[in-house]
């Protein structure tokens, strides 16, 4: 059971830390060269929130795990990563649709 639960830390950490800053950093910093510091801030700020709800997906799980699928403050905690993670989808395709229009 702890291989599961490590299979799965490390998936869902890969994808917060590194996809999804990335992704959401991309859409929301402007073009134009940033300076470091405010580079970094803003990295912080994403890998602080991409903590938080991986942290939020796991507390959620395991009150699902405990209610047999009755809890929910359960659904909710699991919500919050899942639509972080679509939105982050979203916002990926469309700069990806923003590149393909001006080439």
């Known amino acids: 059971m702890d291989v599961v639960f490590e299979m799965i830390f490390e998936f869902f950490a890969e994808l917060f830390c590194e996809v999804l800053s990335s992704a959401f950093t991309d859409e929301f910093v402007p073009y134009e060269k940033l300076p470091k510091k405010k580079r970094e801030r803003y990295k912080f700020i994403v890998s602080i929130v991409s903590g938080v709800l991986f942290v939020s997906l796991i507390v ?11 809890s929910e403050l359960g659904k909710i905690l ?15 395709i469309r700069k990806f649709v923003k590149q393909r229009k001006k080439k």
């Open 60 to 70: 959620g799980g395991g009150m699902l795990l405990g209610t047999n699928g009755k």
């Open 78 to 92: 699991i919500g919050f990563p899942i639509m972080y993670f679509l939105t982050a989808v979203v916002l990926l």
